[in-house]
C-alpha cells in the first residue's frame, strides 16, 4: 500500500524558513517525478515546484529562488526548503507525484506564516 507521510511544517514569522520531508513507502521511489503542493485556506491546491527521478527540479515563478526542492533516493524522501516565507503561502503542504497522484493524499503538513 503506498503511503506519504510529511513532516516539517510549523508556526514562523513572515521572512522566516522552514525545511519540509516527505516519505513516499509501498512504491519505487525512485522512478517517480515527485511534487509538493499547497493548499491555502478555502482555495484549490496548487504544485509549487517538482522533480525528475534524476533530480532535475521546477518550480512556478512565484517561489523561484525561495523554495527548493530535493530529494534522496536512498532515504525515500522528498524535501522542500522554504525561505523567506510570505503570509499567503500559510496552508497545508502536501507531496505527491506530478501525474495519476497517488491516492489517498497524505495528511500534510501546517505552515503557519504570521507578518
Known amino acids: 500500500q503506498v503511503q506519504l507521510v510529511e513532516s516539517g511544517g510549523g508556526s514562523v514569522q513572515a521572512g522566516g524558513s522552514l525545511r519540509l520531508s516527505c516519505v513516499l513507502s509501498g512504491t519505487i521511489f525512485r522512478l517517480n517525478t515527485m511534487a509538493w503542493y499547497h493548499q491555502y485556506p478555502g482555495k484549490p491546491r496548487e504544485m509549487v515546484a517538482h522533480i525528475l527521478p534524476g533530480g532535475n527540479a521546477n518550480d512556478i515563478d512565484s517561489v523561484k529562488g525561495r523554495f527548493i526542492i530535493s530529494r534522496d533516493n536512498t532515504k525515500n524522501t522528498v524535501y522542500l526548503q522554504i525561505n523567506s516565507l510570505k503570509p499567503e503561502e500559510t496552508g497545508v503542504y502536501y507531496c505527491?507525484?506530478?501525474?495519476?497522484?497517488?491516492?489517498?493524499w497524505g495528511q500534510g503538513t501546517q505552515v503557519i506564516v504570521s507578518s
Open positions: 505527491n507525484t506530478l501525474n495519476k497522484q497517488y491516492r489517498p
